[in-house]
């Protein structure tokens, strides 16, 4: 259970709402990165860079989910969501100043 809002008024959410979210299963892929670091040090008995562990666990999870979700594309080229805040905060990207593009 969730709290959400629409039209600017909050909302309570059901679970099955934020099933399509990607924070829990990335955190859970941080935790078992985490742990195999701590394993491979003890393994080992010598310091290990954790992100060796944490980086291919949290990506691998995140492509495997917005593959499997049909979600990749938007991904790699940027959510969306992302775009449309990006627009109402600072305009339509052809208006930005120094954008790369003449104006007059």
């Given at each position: 259970?969730?709290?959400g809002s629409r039209g600017g008024r909050p909302e309570?959410?059901?679970c099955a709402s934020q099933k399509k979210g990607y924070l829990p299963p990335m955190v859970v892929a941080y935790a078992v990165g985490l742990a195999m670091a701590n394993i491979a040090?003890?393994?080992m008995q010598m310091g290990q860079p954790a992100l060796l562990y944490l980086v291919p666990c949290?990506?691998?999870t995140m492509t495997y989910l917005g593959w499997k979700r049909g979600e990749l594309h938007d991904l790699w080229h940027t959510p969306k969501v992302i775009l449309a805040c990006d627009e109402k905060l600072y305009g339509p990207l052809g208006d930005r100043e120094?954008?790369?593009e003449a104006s007059e």
């Open positions: 259970i969730g709290i309570i959410q059901s040090v003890y393994a949290c990506l691998g120094g954008d790369g």
